[in-house]
C-alpha cells in the first residue's frame, strides 16, 4: 500500500516561508516522479513543481518560479518544497503526488500522478 503524507503547512505571514514535507511509503521511491500540486477555494488544482526521480531535473509554475525550491531525498523517502516570499495567493491545500517513471522530463498533468497525499493548508495572511 503506497502511503504519501505531507507535512508543515500552517499560517505565516507575507513574506514569510514556510516548508513542506512529503514522507512515503510503500514504493520504490527512487524510481517515481513526484510532483507538488495546490488548490485554493473555488479553483482546480494547479501544478507548483515537480521532480524527476533522481532529482537532476526540476519543474517550476511561473507564478512560484524563483521563491519556492523543490527537492528529495531518496534515502529517505521523503520530497521537500521549500516556499520563500510567500504571498497571499499561495494559501491553498498542498498536495504530493508520485507516479512511476523513467523519463527525465518534469510531468505537469495532475491526471498522470497515481499516488496523492491528504494535503496539508498553507494560510498566508496580508
Known amino acids: 500500500q503506497v502511503d504519501l503524507v505531507e507535512s508543515g503547512g500552517g499560517l505565516v505571514q507575507a513574506g514569510g516561508s514556510l516548508r513542506l514535507s512529503c514522507q512515503a511509503s510503500?514504493?520504490?521511491?527512487?524510481?517515481?516522479?513526484l510532483g507538488w500540486f495546490r488548490q485554493a477555494p473555488g479553483k482546480e488544482r494547479e501544478f507548483v513543481a515537480g521532480?524527476?526521480?533522481?532529482?537532476?531535473?526540476?519543474g517550476y509554475a511561473d507564478s512560484v518560479k524563483g521563491r519556492f525550491t523543490i527537492s528529495r531525498d531518496n534515502a529517505k523517502n521523503t520530497m521537500y518544497l521549500q516556499m520563500n516570499s510567500l504571498k497571499p495567493e499561495d494559501t491553498a491545500v498542498y498536495y504530493c503526488?508520485?507516479?512511476?517513471?523513467?523519463?527525465?522530463?518534469?510531468?505537469?498533468?495532475?491526471?498522470?500522478?497515481?499516488?496523492w497525499g491528504q494535503g496539508t493548508q498553507v494560510t498566508v495572511s496580508s
Open positions: 503526488a508520485a507516479r512511476p517513471s523513467g523519463t527525465s522530463r518534469v510531468e505537469v498533468r495532475d491526471t498522470a500522478y497515481g499516488y
Open positions: 510503500g514504493l520504490t521511491f527512487s524510481m517515481y516522479g
Open positions: 521532480i524527476v526521480r533522481s532529482g537532476s531535473n526540476t
